[in-house]
């Protein structure tokens, strides 16, 4: 139950503020996150790491020497924005390029890949090393899909002091997939979280049961059994890890491993503790050495009541990387002279664009009915806001129509003052999609942010923009969503609206129909997939633990694309010449 | 809800046991709780805290450099006995004397004391400072009488800081006593915490509501609030603590402050930093700079949901203190140089006692009479153990009858061994005392302690006990237990029935009665004085919220002393010649 909190929709910028307050020894607030507040050796390589607020430690706690040096810091349960990514990197940056790592979650990989092809066109050398330690969600030889739990300490710390011991990027890249490649973790959970604000747990455990593999959103678990003593549970953590060598461990006799006992929230010290004593019993017995062993809250989940057990397999090159000193908010070890804190400020805001490209008479009057159909969006989202949260409550964390919300108004505020520059519908376009990934984060948020800049792209800003430069847009659109979502038709994602409605729209257009007509086909091709997501069941995560019960619901992307085709349509038959 | 366990009664020893497994770089295990791993200078004074467990980091997370050196850690809620106390204080022990530091609990100030008498009479200088920070647990000008709360790490770090600088025992000791002076704590609470293996909590918060000062065992509070807002909370917090400023401090304009937000367990981080947030600008509109503020789990109650603020008023002497580097398990800060961790290992018991001093036959004869008392005090307080504990629920922790068995099973074999050695009624009642007073551990543990080593004290092991000399043992008992437990007639505990117990035996024995017949009378006063216990309130310290509750139900204490006067007048009236 999160209890204390002001607006629910500040609770994660408030937290940041607190988090920065308490600690500006060690950390300083900069756009988007945090970075360390001592200063970093020039030509030291950014070891940059992030995700959703209510992970604490996770991850602005993990920031400081020896550790991170920045941490993306996105809304509860919501993966930063690209845009966030972007800029806490390049204040991160000291000259040796940057490492985004971070757990395996959708939205996650969208922005933090959306941040890396950007700073590698502005020329700094960036890489991505994604966490998938969490075994019970996926299966061996899909080892790629599995989730980032509390693995993700053993990857960023091993990363960290590959950089502070001034390794190249590319030996910090293949040092830190190495460790994720030796780590594995398994979790149990007895109980959800509330969000705050909330008046429901986001997934619950029937009481007295424990859920095996539950993933720390909700996603679906291996199997419930009844809550077991603290021997059992050591048992059965240690047991099924020991099960799972990685390649090049035959065998745990005689090996040595980092050993993470993470409580997930309102699993207690104490509790830890006694899990623990059965744990390094069991891993004594089976010849594991457990080396600086961390039992206590590491990547959390709100008021979860969980527990779950990370083995990091050590060989001589790791080792030393584990157990070199740091000295993070939440994560100290060994030691390390004091350091001066740099009393260089950052603004918190980037300066706003004042100038856009050279635009044709003919491309800002299109810019002018992309405005008015980007306030056709804001209403139409506004309208279905409640509705849009309910259907994606069933599958998802009912967020959905509060994302699309802040997302469109961002979007459409960031048209009009792009049209009060004089820009083209192209440039217009441009700007609406950054702004709306900014502003909403998670998935739907950079999906839309694509979708704007693919259309924004094929229209440019010189040309009278025709029929089939929005359809090429579109379908653009299509293949982009799909390449940054990793979905396919059939995922029950908005993949199986934007595909027909792509495809729709090219016919009619090849057929010569006129935009507003051709939109009108479009649209209703876009309605009628949506409706049939219904009968789909959500992909492995975004999916809860109660996914099979969203058969019979559509996707609230698929619903929200459609709601938003059609308001199309009426701008554009409005305009009908 | 604690989850995590095997069985309730190991709970503590195994989650030590644990703690010690996951943290040798830091701490040993020791007889009766932890000590440092790292070696301490020579002739350093040893700053030796404890308590009950269920609050970690609380105590044991607070042993290592900088910090405490060890830590006695008693059963869940229950304070460590004095023996623990005492083993512990003599691993630490540097040669340069000790000091004894805890939060003013009934039970911690009995143990903590009767270590303190011992280890002086043994030759090592010892001084007490209690912890009373927690200003919602009495009025100002009640100070003393006031619990102790998170503002424990302030006397604690100050102590220890004092320590690591040299200083000799008199100025840790007056350093450690001005901290308390200048440190006060007030908090709130959302909801009790359960204690493993209870089917419910031991004390409760309406949902919704918040508790005002309420203690961190569910000691009563002053007002009870809806639940408010983290700004609302924050200013709840800031403006109480400002309203009351301790000697010195005439205004918080231009003063420093160490500064805790302690979470009580399962208000989780991100809430904490909200709080933190508006806390901050508080202090800062207010004229207070904080120094190094600590936001976290610092003493927690296991699962409770409650937050408190502790201001740590600083001067130019006890700043330095706070600000000093330290290095344990929970609490780290500053630069301490890389130390070795000492090899020394210590017995996990002491050597059992093997020689008894002579006694006379008439003695040893007495000893088989107290050996058959201590036997009948056995199995009557089996018998009644769940009706004690059913009593003791309603005004304290339900846990007197599983305290009382402890503790009298232990007292019966300590006696059965001593009998095996010889020992006359005088030694035989003494090593009775200590072996009740170390396992049963808490607050009745003590005083039954005190009692059989009065009464053993009296009969000697040469003479052959009459029944004045049984008479003169109980009246000391009394009068050792008023002083002990701070208790006096009317306070609604075992001194309500001892003070007239010893009152009726004196008048009996006077009269010229027979021991038998006049401790007939005397069981008979205890029995109405215990049942009197029922139209009294318990004090403050070991009342709970609901104490008036307990108007109508006598006291547990009183209870039982009054059914094992009872269940001795049976063995005295068997013997009777």
Redesign the interface.
């Known amino acids: 139950?999160?209890?204390?909190?002001?607006t629910p929709a500040a609770?994660?910028d408030?937290?940041?503020?607190?988090?920065v307050?308490?600690h500006r020894r060690w950390v300083r607030r900069v756009p988007g996150g945090v970075v360390r507040a001592t200063p970093t050796a020039p030509g030291q390589v950014a070891v940059v790491i992030g995700g959703g607020?209510?992970h604490?430690?996770a991850f602005s706690?993990l920031v400081g020497r020896g550790l991170a040096h920045g941490a993306a810091v996105g809304n509860v349960f919501a993966s930063p924005s690209a845009q966030q990514v972007h800029q806490v990197a390049k204040a991160a940056h000291s000259g040796g390029g940057v490492l985004l790592t971070f757990g395996n979650y959708a939205g996650d990989v969208l922005h933090f890949g959306q941040a890396e092809e950007r700073l590698n066109a502005e020329g700094i050398d960036c890489r991505t090393v994604v966490v998938t330690d969490d075994i019970s969600s996926a299966a061996p030889e899909e080892s790629a899909k599995r989730r980032g739990v509390a693995g993700d300490l053993a990857v960023f710390k091993t990363a960290a002091a590959a950089a502070e011991a001034g390794l190249p990027l590319d030996e910090v890249v293949r040092l830190a997939r190495l460790a994720n490649a030796r780590t594995r973790s398994f979790g149990v959970a007895?109980?959800g979280c509330t969000l705050p604000g909330a008046d429901a747990p986001l997934f619950t455990v029937p009481e007295g049961r424990m859920a095996v593999g539950l993933g720390i959103h909700g996603e679906p678990g291996l199997s419930e059994a009844a809550?077991p003593?603290?021997?059992e549970?050591a048992e059965l953590l240690v047991s099924t890890l020991l099960a799972e060598l990685p390649e090049g461990v035959d065998t745990p006799r005689g090996r040595r491993a980092g050993v993470i006992?993470n409580g997930l929230?309102?699993?207690?010290?104490?509790?830890?503790?006694?899990?623990?004593?059965?744990v390094?019993q069991l891993l004594d017995e089976a010849g594991v050495e457990a080396v600086d062993?961390?039992?206590g809250?590491l990547v959390?989940s709100?008021?979860m009541?969980g527990?779950s057990l990370t083995l990091f397999w050590l060989d001589e090159e790791l080792e030393p990387l584990w157990t070199a000193p740091a000295d993070a908010p939440a994560y100290?070890k060994?030691?390390?002279?004091?350091a001066s804190v740099s009393s260089e400020g950052f603004a918190e805001e980037q300066p706003e664009q004042t100038t856009v490209p050279e635009a044709s008479e003919e491309s800002r009057a299109a810019a002018r009915t992309a405005l008015d159909a980007l306030a056709a969006v804001v209403r139409t989202i506004d309208e279905h806001a409640d509705e849009l949260g309910r259907i994606d409550a069933v599958a998802g964390d009912g967020d959905h129509g509060i994302g699309m919300r802040r997302g469109s108004e961002a979007a459409y505020e960031a048209g009009r003052r792009a049209q009060g520059l004089g820009a083209g519908a192209g440039t217009l376009l441009c700007h609406a999609a950054d702004a709306w990934a900014d502003r909403a984060g998670g998935t739907s948020g950079a999906l839309w942010g694509v979708i704007l800049r693919q259309v924004g792209t094929a229209l440019g800003d010189t040309e009278r923009p025709d029929a089939a430069a929005v359809s090429r847009g579109v379908t653009a659109a299509a293949d982009g969503v799909m390449r940054l979502g990793k979905a396919e038709v059939g995922d029950k994602t908005m993949v199986d609206v934007l595909v027909p409605l792509a495809g729709a729209l090219g016919e009619a257009v090849a057929e010569g129909r006129p935009l507003a007509a051709a939109w009108d086909a479009a649209a209703t091709a876009a309605e009628a997939a949506a409706k049939a997501t219904a009968e789909l069941l959500p992909r492995l995560g975004r999916a809860r633990p109660h996914a099979e019960k969203s058969l019979g619901t559509p996707d609230a992307g698929a619903v929200s694309l459609a709601l938003i085709a059609r308001a199309v349509h009426g701008v554009l038959a409005a305009k009908n010449d």
């Not at 139950?1 to 002001?6: D, E, V």
């Not at 408030?14 to 988090?19: H, K, Y």
């Open positions: 139950m999160t209890r204390l909190f002001n609770f994660a408030e937290a940041l503020e607190g988090f307050a308490a607020s209510g604490y430690p706690g007895f109980s809550v003593t603290a021997d549970a006992l929230g309102s699993v207690k010290y104490e509790e830890l503790f006694v899990v623990y004593r059965r390094a062993p961390e039992v809250e959390t709100f008021d009541a527990v100290r060994g030691a390390l002279e004091p």
